[in-house]
C-alpha cells in the first residue's frame, strides 16, 4: 500500500536514485503545447512512475488501426476531443498495469469534467489510492503558438525538438537517433486554434475542479525545463503534505 510522500526527496537525490516519495496519481494541466508531455517525462526520470499520456495512447491506436483509433483518427485531426467512454475505457485499461502501483503522471487526462467526474470516482473506489493531486502549467497564447508549430517529434526515441526554441544540431535530424524528425498532424496553426478552443470550453473547468477541491496548484510553464520540473516535485510534495 502506498504511504504518504515523505519530504526528504530533492531533486538531486531524485536524479541519481530512486525517491523516497511515494507520489501517487498526479495530474499535468494546461493547455496545449504549454509543456506537459516535456515535464511528464522528466517527473518520469525523477520518480520512476509512469507518464499515462491519452494522446500518446490514441495515436498507438491509431498507427496499429485498431477499432479506437480509427474512430479517433478523424476527430483527432480536427483538433476534437475523442468521446469521454472511449478514453475512460483506454485509461481504465492502462491503470490496470502493474507499473502504476506507487503512482503515474496522467498527461492530457481528465480533460472534460466527465473524465474529471469518472477518474475521481474510480480513485475514491481504490482504497489504496492517494488522492490526486493536479498540477497546471501555465504559459501565454504566442509562446503555445510558436510552441506547438515548432515541434518536432523523434518518431524512434520520442524526443522532443523545437525548431524555435531547442533546435537539434543537425536541422531535421534527432540528436540522439539520427532519425528523421516528423510533426503532428495536428501541430498547425489552423488546428491549434481548435484545440485552444476545446481546451478553453471543455478542459477549463477541469483545472477550476480540482482548484475547488484544494489539491491543485500553477506552475510558471515559461522557464528552462529543469526549473520547471524543479517546481512541480516542491509543488506535489507540498500538496501531498496538505492533503
Ligand atoms: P495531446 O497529445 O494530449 O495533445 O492529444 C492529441 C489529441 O488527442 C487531442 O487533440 C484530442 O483529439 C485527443 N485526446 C487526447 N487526450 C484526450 C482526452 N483526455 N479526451 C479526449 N480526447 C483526447
Not at 494522446?55 to 469521454?84: C, F, Q, S, Y
Not at 498495469?97 to 487526462?109: K, N, Q, S, V
Not at 484545440?195 to 484544494?214: D, F
Request: glycine fraction near 8%; include cysteine; hydrophobic fraction near 40%.
Amino acid at each position: 500500500m502506498p504511504s504518504p510522500a515523505s519530504s526528504e526527496t530533492s531533486m538531486e537525490s531524485g536524479r541519481d536514485t530512486e525517491s523516497a516519495t511515494v507520489p501517487g496519481p498526479i495530474l499535468l494541466l494546461g493547455a496545449p503545447g504549454v509543456g506537459k508531455g516535456t515535464q511528464a517525462k522528466e517527473l518520469v526520470k525523477l520518480w520512476n512512475i509512469p507518464q499515462i499520456s491519452t494522446g500518446d495512447l490514441l495515436r498507438g491506436n491509431v498507427a496499429r488501426g485498431t477499432n479506437l483509433g480509427k474512430t479517433a483518427k478523424e476527430i483527432m485531426a480536427r483538433g476534437e476531443l475523442v468521446p469521454d467512454s472511449l478514453v475512460d475505457e483506454m485509461v481504465a485499461a492502462r491503470l490496470l498495469e502493474p507499473d502504476t502501483a506507487r503512482g503515474y503522471i496522467l498527461d492530457g487526462f481528465p480533460r472534460t469534467l466527465g473524465q474529471a467526474h469518472w477518474l475521481d470516482g474510480r480513485l475514491a473506489a481504490q482504497i489504496e489510492s492517494l488522492p490526486v493531486v493536479a498540477v497546471s502549467i501555465q504559459v501565454n497564447y504566442n509562446q503555445l503558438l510558436r510552441r506547438i508549430t515548432g515541434r518536432r517529434n523523434c518518431p524512434v526515441c520520442q524526443t522532443i525538438y523545437n525548431v524555435y526554441m531547442r533546435p537539434p544540431q543537425r536541422e531535421g535530424f534527432c540528436d540522439v537517433e539520427g532519425a528523421e524528425l516528423v510533426q503532428r498532424a495536428d501541430d498547425t496553426e489552423e488546428v491549434f486554434k481548435e484545440r485552444m478552443r476545446a481546451y478553453e470550453a471543455l478542459t477549463r473547468p477541469v483545472v477550476e475542479h480540482y482548484r475547488v477541491l484544494g489539491r491543485f496548484a500553477e506552475v510558471d510553464g515559461d522557464k528552462p525545463i529543469a526549473e520547471i520540473a524543479a517546481g512541480i516535485v516542491s509543488t506535489v510534495e507540498r500538496l501531498r503534505k496538505a492533503a
